[in-house]
Structures are given as structure tokens and as C-alpha cells.
């Protein structure tokens, strides 16, 4: 049965293939490419994954036999700094040997704003919903020690305001806790890849930010 994660990178996979194009072009043309290309790209996916995010909140609000009406809110698209993200990808792009990591950049930067879309949705809908304890974060197989760690801290999160910290390449989800049911994410199990500082430093300013 497909998650909403799967169904975000198949969104998320269909938004690059649209800037597939401008990486075949000479290096100096591809940040004006760019710049022209992905604010309308941007636009498009984010409102397809909220719209995906919003089917799938109804969904699991149905399978979970919670009382009450209660739709999905999209959340409203926000300003994506798309201007920012091509120059940034872009900034030491000189030759054709640098186009593989500026695509890499880009592409990350691209996939984060589509998927904080379909979050962003799910959060919302989650703390506005009277049936809903409010939201989880559930990791995809593979995730990153950062993203596991985040997952199982401060348990269910209740305000809009604590940030999903969506990092480039990443699929992990908001998914609703519903009042009087089990929680759908389980307690942190470290891997047994040694942390790193940056690691503990990424989870130290989480924290203090949200918690």
C-alpha cells in the first residue's frame, strides 16, 4: 500500500525530472536557467504534495475509525526563496566538471521545499483537528541518525510552531496521533554508526529551537 513517503518521492522525483533539462546546458547559462525555471516548479510540486499530504491525513483519519468531521487544511505555499536556492547551487559553477554537485545542491534544496509543502499540511491539519493529539515524525527505512533522533524526541507535538526540520534528501513525514489510540512512532533505536559532532550539534540546535 503506498505511504505518503512513497508517494513524495515519486512528486519529488517528477519535479526534478523538470529541471533535467537545464543541466545539459553550458555552465554560465544554467543559474539565469534557473532563476527563470524554478519558482513555477517549485509552485507546482509543493501544491501537488500538499494536496497528496491532504489525502493522505483523510485517509489515515478514516482507517483509524476517528469520530467526528474533520477535512484535511492545505497549507498555504510560502515564500520559497527559489532565487536564493539556484544561486546558492550554483555559486561555484564554473565548469562542467562542477555541474554534478551544483544539480546535487539544487535538486536537494527542491526536494525539501516540496516535501516541508506536504508537512507542513499534515502539521496543520493535525493540531487543528479536535479528534488529534497532534503529530509524530516517522522516518523511512534508511534515514539518517539525525532524523531517527528527532523522531523520537518530545513525543507529539502539538503547536504549529515547532519546526519539522526537513533537511535536504529527506522523506521523513508528519503523520497524525490521534486522541485515545497508540502512538504511531515508536521509541529511537541508535544504529551502530558512531555520531558524529556535527550530529550532536544538529540535534543540540533542534532542540533548543523547538523544545
Known sequence: MPTLSSDLVLVTGEATDELAPIWDLEPAEIPTALIDVLPAVVDTYAIAAAAVAADAYDAQREAAEVAGLFAAIVAPLQEFGTDSLALWGTKKLVSLADVADARTLVEGGLQKRIVNAANE??????????????????????????CRMVASRGGVYTKTSSRFACHDHCHCEAVPAWGGRALPVGPYKPSDRPSTELDRARVRAWIAANL
Open 121 to 146: 499540511t499534515m502539521t496543520l491539519s493535525a493540531t487543528e483537528d479536535p479528534q488529534a493529539r497532534g503529530y509524530m515524525r516517522r522516518t523511512r527505512p534508511g534515514s539518517c541518525d539525525f
